[in-house]
């Protein structure tokens, strides 16, 4: 469906995916989270690509993962988490999709149920009772020491986003040094695979090893 305004920019055009999505979504001017599933040939100048992508159209990258996935086809995924309106969301997936590198564009959020994981690794520096408190705080959210000295503890916890943030923030005042973090690992729930067609859209050209 053509836009009104014949002079409506090309991306606001390629956002109606020719009318399938309804109006009303895209008139809807609340800011929502999405995880994007991304798959990429695996090679130099990608990822770049990608994220020149976001940051040319002033769009916020909340987390990134990349990683190879299929060594025989040289093929890597990459995991976006970003924030907007669903009209920008579906300017970035047909910006995405428009990419040569790019083989297959999936929005986990809005696709149906999906796993998120993240791992944290987090260094509490402390003494007395913030070194219990700690201790108690990392027991109670299923948290594990993986480096322990007189004066520290490096905790260890993998869970969604909002159980990582919940758990940084109560280590804050039992003496929170240094938090590294992957952000957002997703996979889609069911027996479909990223790389199968769903139903308004055309065969992936690549499919992942057996």
């Known amino acids: 469906m ?26 809807d001017s609340k800011i929502y989270r999405h995880v994007l599933s991304v798959l990429v040939d695996n090679e130099a100048g990608v990822l770049a690509r ?5 940051s040319g159209r002033g769009y916020n990258i909340e987390s990134l993962t990349v990683s190879e996935v299929d060594k025989e086809k ?19 997936k047909a910006q995405l999709g428009r990419l040569v590198p790019v083989h297959v564009v999936r929005d986990l959020t809005d696709d149906g149920p999906s796993i998120e994981r993240e791992l944290a690794l987090m260094k509490v520096v402390g003494i007395g009772k913030k070194r219990s408190d700690a201790l108690r705080w990392a027991d109670k959210h299923g948290a594990s020491i993986v480096e ?63």
């Open 2 to 27: 053509p836009p009104k305004n014949p002079a409506a920019s090309s991306d606001q055009a390629a956002n109606l995916y020719e009318g399938s999505v309804p109006v009303a979504r895209l008139k």
């Open 148 to 210: 322990s000295t007189a004066k520290s503890f490096v905790f260890q916890m993998i869970g969604t986003t909002a159980e990582i943030n919940d758990f940084v923030v109560g280590l804050k005042p039992m003496g929170l040094a240094e938090v590294s973090r992957t952000g957002a690992a997703a996979i889609a729930c069911g027996d479909k695979a990223i790389d199968h067609a769903s139903d308004d859209d055309g065969e992936a050209d690549i499919k992942l090893s057996e």
């Open 50 to 54: 990608v994220t020149g992508l976001f």
């Open 74 to 92: 040289q093929v890597s995924r990459i995991n976006v988490v970003t924030s907007g309106t669903h009209q920008v969301i579906e300017q970035i």
